[in-house]
């Protein structure tokens, strides 16, 4: 018969950490869609070699290992401009980049995507450069992007897992306390899985009804 050491007082320390890599997660993905928004309409409008200085700099979140910005950015915080953050802040802007770095490509080849014929459409119709974007082409290049999308936050969701570089206890970290404590790596780390699986499942269902939806529109 199993046995197991574990307690509802550690199944539910699970569920804080659980809670922790939704809030890092949730904040991150927000922010850096936001900047990846701003940043992909400034690539395309732009054009490819104005934007070369925004797209080097995005290019280092994309080639460097998280892991290895969040040391970085911790070090820089606090070594360089001697800023006494706290890691949950650290991890959320290191996160914010990297979501952003990769949402810009996802929203640059979104607009990409829009035909020119119906950008210039509107342009005939009396739109503004505004009202273009507000009207057809963010509808249109929302369609497109949203599976890439529901992949990042999914993926950034996962990756949230290395923030315990800089002290924020989240759902791994916690996993690795009590296989520490317990000694039940397997059984441990099968709960965390679950913990993960509930955590993303929602989502990635949510995403699969959206692109149905307007497959059918």
Do not use: H
Request: charged fraction near 10%.
């Amino acid at each position: 018969m199993f046995d197991t050491a574990l307690t509802s007082a550690d199944l539910i320390f699970l569920a804080k950490g659980a809670g922790m890599t939704i809030f890092v997660t949730a904040i991150s993905v927000t922010i850096g869609t936001a900047l990846g928004i701003l940043f992909g309409v400034i690539r395309v409008q732009l054009g490819a070699v104005l934007a070369t200085p925004l797209t080097f700099f995005l290019d280092i979140f994309r080639s460097v290992p998280l892991l290895i910005q969040l040391v970085l950015g911790n070090a820089f915080m606090g070594m360089v401009l001697r800023l006494q953050l706290s890691g949950f802040t650290i991890a959320c802007m290191v996160l914010s980049l990297y979501t952003a770095a990769y949402c810009t490509e996802i929203v640059r080849s979104g607009i990409d995507a829009v035909p020119a014929t119906t950008r210039r459409a509107a342009r005939s119709l009396g739109m503004s450069w505004l009202q273009e974007m507000r009207y057809i082409v963010m509808p249109l290049a929302t369609r497109v992007a949203l599976p890439s999308w529901i992949g990042l936050a999914l993926g950034v969701m996962k990756d949230s897992a290395l923030v315990y570089v800089v002290q924020v206890t989240e759902l791994l970290k916690s996993t690795q306390i009590l296989i520490t404590r317990l000694q039940e790596p397997l059984f441990l780390l099968m709960i965390c899985g679950a913990f993960y699986f509930l955590i993303s499942f929602p989502l990635a269902r949510f995403g699969g009804y959206l692109e149905k939806r307007w497959s059918n529109d």
